[in-house]
């Protein structure tokens, strides 16, 4: 009996074996079927239609950790290498994503949630393109309530907050809104009450009673605590100020930089003074306000008369000599700086941005680079042409190269008329199959490039001769 039992206990288990094998045969030949009629699909094979519904879907859910999620989904499909714009359309879904993320920030979010929905508020700024204030208007005052807030939690979203608010404006929010908060990062810098009537009146805000966390503390000196949250803050309106004066006159730029009894170039001093070993952004900080002044100085040298010393463009910029003094002799003090008090990571980074800047202000020498895109190669050739791209790279991130083909407004930013069908710049196809012959003679050249460059600059600046 045990025998025919077991016998029969094997048959059973081959027959439940076959229709298994059969239901998943039909399963697949189904999902083969769906494949066939979906007419988007990303790199990785999952239709973008459905990643951007799901992530959709997150945004409502009441887990942050959840809303983060979708919030990082929909990052990356905007940045995302599409063949065509269709492939990026949310158009189905963008009042939706837009609803979401502004009950976010006035929820208020959590430090990560705050800064995942002000980079995605930014791409879809791109995405909308130019002049469209209505969509500004809407995410203004909710940005600015998250600025001028004063939750210990948020304090830190405090310049992302800024800089997503200047770069809407540039991009999407009209002449009007950007001279608006063009002085509003001004105030900031200046230490000043930073409100500034705010126009809403297409604004979709339901929250305006909710102004307990508004208490225009800005302008306060900050205490000793807070200190690197207030420095990072003065940063982003140094970097915001300057971003939007990029659409300005020279001569608008000169006056609005030089106020009475007051100058721009004041705040930027701090900053460059500002130093602390305990804040890793501390660099970070002193590197932006460097590109600024270099901006500036660039601005002044095109009003200034032919081959002018570095003091008659700060003139220009400032009252005080000894504000355009100290200005300068830390720029060149940093460009050659062998301190020890810095990693040599960091110190290396710093003085080469510094150099730049050093180059322009006492030299005339403006930075160049040349950016391969899709269809394009963008050749940089100013302070103001770097800021801007700096800016759009920020956002866009790995889709930088990309956008031209996805993103009007960038283009016409960048001032590219014609964008070929090429993948790299505006020539040929230079496509490497990774791991192929040339791709690994291609490496070891950049490597050993990479040697050259760093030998030349620790022995030409003595980092091994300190002691």
Not at 55 to 69: G, I
Not at 194 to 213: A, K, Q, R
Not at 402 to 411: M, T
Request: charged share 30%; with cysteine; net charge negative.
């Amino acid at each position: 009996m045990g025998k025919k039992s077991k016998i029969k206990a094997l048959q059973k288990k081959n027959a439940n074996d076959d229709s298994d094998v059969e239901d998943d045969g039909g399963t697949v030949a189904e999902s083969m079927e769906d494949g066939m009629s979906t007419p988007v699909r990303t790199k990785a094979g999952v239709p973008s239609r459905l990643i951007i519904s799901e992530a959709v879907e997150k945004l409502s859910e009441k887990r942050f950790t959840t809303r983060e999620s979708g919030l990082e989904q929909l990052i990356k499909h905007f940045q995302t290498s599409y063949d065509s714009t269709e492939d990026l359309s949310i158009d189905s879904y963008q009042e939706t994503i837009l609803t979401q993320l502004l009950r976010s920030i006035r929820r208020p979010p959590s430090l990560k949630e705050g800064k995942l929905c002000t980079h995605l508020l930014c791409l879809l700024g791109l995405y909308l393109g130019a002049d469209e204030v209505e969509f500004f208007t809407n995410v203004e005052k909710p940005l600015r309530q998250l600025i001028d807030g004063t939750r210990p939690e948020l304090v830190e979203m405090r310049g992302n907050a800024l800089s997503c608010l200047s770069f809407l404006a540039f991009i999407c929010g009209g002449v009007d809104a950007g001279y608006r908060t063009w002085e509003y990062c001004a105030r900031i810098l200046r230490h000043e009450d930073p409100t500034v009537p705010i126009d809403v009146e297409n604004s979709n805000d339901d929250s305006s009673s909710d102004t307990s966390d508004s208490d225009s503390s800005i302008g306060e000196k900050p205490a000793k605590d807070s200190l690197a949250q207030q420095y990072a803050l003065q940063s982003a309106a140094a970097t915001s100020w300057v971003l939007l004066s990029t659409l300005r006159t020279p001569e608008e730029v000169l006056q609005r930089c030089m106020g009475d009894s007051f100058s721009l170039l004041d705040p930027l001093l701090e900053l460059l003074q500002y130093h602390d070993t305990a804040n890793p952004g501390s660099m970070d900080i002193k590197i932006a306000a460097g590109k600024s002044v270099a901006y500036l100085w660039e601005v002044a040298a095109s009003g200034a008369p032919v081959a002018s010393e570095p003091e008659v463009c700060g003139a220009l910029l400032c009252d005080d000599p000894n504000t355009v003094h100290n200005i300068l002799e830390i720029v060149k003090q940093v460009a050659k700086d062998s301190s020890k008090r810095i990693s040599k990571k960091d110190r290396k980074e710093q003085r080469t941005e510094f150099r730049a800047v050093d180059d322009l202000i006492f030299k005339g020498e403006a930075p160049t680079e040349s950016a391969r895109m899709q269809g394009a190669v963008i050749e940089v050739n100013s302070f103001q042409e770097l800021l801007v791209v700096e800016a759009l790279r920020g956002v866009l991130g790995s889709g930088f190269h990309s956008s031209l083909r996805l993103f009007s407004v960038v283009k016409e930013v960048l001032g590219v008329e014609y964008v070929t069908s090429d993948m790299d710049g505006a020539g040929h196809d230079l496509k490497v199959n990774k791991g192929s012959t040339a791709d690994k003679s291609r490496s070891n050249c950049r490597k050993q490039d990479r040697r050259s460059r760093q030998m030349e600059t620790d022995f030409g600046d003595g980092d091994y001769g300190d002691d």
